[in-house]
């Protein structure tokens, strides 16, 4: 099992997203995803998304908050719980990121470009202003193959 956070940090109608281009045999290449990373031993979710924004973004979060928890099952990799997190404040200006491009994107745009499809859902949550939740996604390869929400399955 794995522990990670995943933060979308909000400007206007954008988040800074990140194109995942630079890392060998990243699960994420290629792929636009929010700001985060694995925990270092003795972190909590909240020390996580702030040592990783500022380690990937150059950014010091001001104001954030913990949005949800995302459970991720696959038959390639290891079990994830993704811890994920919305943030509008910071301070600082974005440095260059060792894992790919950075870059503001609007929000309508996002959906377009190339995303796990386990994130729309979430992206959806997000946007809905949902209560805290937990969000089970199950992939075969990088096909969603079931999405339970709250303990409810939905189709996907």
Not at 73 to 84: K, Q, V
Request: charge should be negative; include cysteine; charged fraction near 25%.
């Amino acid at each position: 099992m794995i522990n990670t956070t995943l933060l979308y940090i909000q400007r206007g109608h954008q988040y800074l997203m990140l194109h995942r281009t630079k890392k060998e045999n990243d699960l994420n290449r290629d792929k636009w995803v929010g700001i985060g990373g694995k925990f270092e031993d003795g972190e909590s979710p909240e020390d996580c998304v702030k040592r990783e924004t500022l380690e990937e973004t150059g950014l010091t979060l001001t104001q954030y908050r913990y949005r949800g928890l995302v459970t991720f099952i696959s038959d390639r990799w290891p079990t994830e719980y993704m811890h994920l997190f919305t943030a509008t404040g910071f301070t600082g200006a974005i440095g260059p990121c060792d894992e790919g491009d950075l870059a503001w994107i609007d929000k309508a745009a996002l959906r377009q470009m190339p995303l796990w499809q386990g994130d729309h859902i979430f992206l959806d949550l997000l946007e809905r202003e949902e209560p805290f939740f937990s969000l089970k996604l199950v992939y075969q390869g990088e096909r969603l193959v079931q999405a339970v929400l709250n303990g409810e399955t939905r189709l996907v």
